[in-house]
């Protein structure tokens, strides 16, 4: 048997999506990704395909880390957006396989960092990371999805406008936390129009806003400013949104985030998955 370690950079898109689609075929959330999912997804994440690596056996892919690349908190980082290993293949320490060319491959480019999202559950994932240098951060990411119902009670005083240039910086004003990788502006900002971008004025200041995805279902962010808070306007965004979208989903809630957290809960969404954040040093 013959196991090669390379970049991905010139493994077309089609191959890489296969062996997305079998290494999930068994995993916690069932995927069946298209290309254009992927395309998309891996392009807002800053994924650069030549410091993201693949494990070809007998020359056919057979697992990968697929690094996103950009500044974070001040350094170069990668995160590791998706990692996959076929089914057939695993327990036979591919992983570690993988991480040692990437990692090496990180550092001549630069790279101090690296990150990455795993299900709290997922105890055979969390050991293998650990086992290549990976510490979990301690504070778990709340994942919600849910059918949203209209609420009678919501304040309908406030506008809604439907913006076509987002204003991150303003946004930034009604959260209290941090979005995570992908859902931070500055991924959402390479492919805008894949989104919504929905704001709420009241008297003609902007009272809250929400990021939404049409075409997977996801919040990508939303918040109402300090402000404004506890006039219904959280909840108006939601009405607002289930009008034309009811089955929606919000990840990546941290435990600070308590606020935020009761809200989703009230408005009758599941916590369905928790994750937590990896990191290593390069």
């Not at 089914?87 to 480019?109: C, F, H, M, V, W």
Request: proline share 4%; glycine share 8%.
């Amino acid at each position: 048997m013959s196991i090669k370690i390379q970049s991905l950079e010139n493994t077309p898109l089609p191959e890489i999506t296969r062996c997305f689609n079998e290494a999930f075929s068994d995993y916690f959330v069932k995927f069946n990704a298209t290309e254009d999912y992927l395309r998309t997804r891996w392009l807002v994440a800053g994924v650069d395909y030549s410091l993201s690596f693949g494990c070809f056996i007998d020359g056919q892919l057979r697992g990968f880390i697929m690094n996103g690349i950009r500044e974070r908190d001040g350094r170069l980082t990668a995160h590791n957006t998706a990692t996959g290993i076929e089914p057939a293949y695993r327990a036979q320490g591919l992983l570690g396989k993988i991480y040692d060319e990437a990692i090496t491959a990180l550092r001549r480019a630069g790279v101090t960092f690296s990150t990455l999202e795993v299900i709290a559950t997922n105890e055979r994932a969390i050991r293998a990371y650990q086992k290549t240098g990976f510490r979990k951060r301690p504070e778990l990411l709340h994942c919600f999805r849910g059918e949203l119902v209209s609420q009678k009670t919501a304040n309908s005083l406030a506008e809604l406008r439907m913006a076509t240039t987002p204003d991150f910086e303003k946004y930034a004003a009604c959260r209290d936390f941090e979005p995570s990788w992908e859902l931070t502006g500055e991924a959402l900002s390479v492919h805008p129009s894949e989104f919504e971008y929905r704001e709420l004025y009241n008297a003609g200041e902007l009272a809250g806003y929400l990021i939404f995805a049409p075409k997977t279902g996801l919040v990508q962010q939303f918040g109402v400013h300090p402000a404004h808070r506890r006039k219904g306007f959280a909840t108006l965004l939601f009405d607002r949104l289930a009008a034309d979208f009811p089955a929606v989903r919000v990840v990546n809630i941290p435990n600070s985030a308590t606020g935020t957290l009761a809200f989703l809960k009230k408005i009758g969404m599941e916590n369905h998955i928790d994750q937590y954040e990896m990191e290593r040093e390069i």
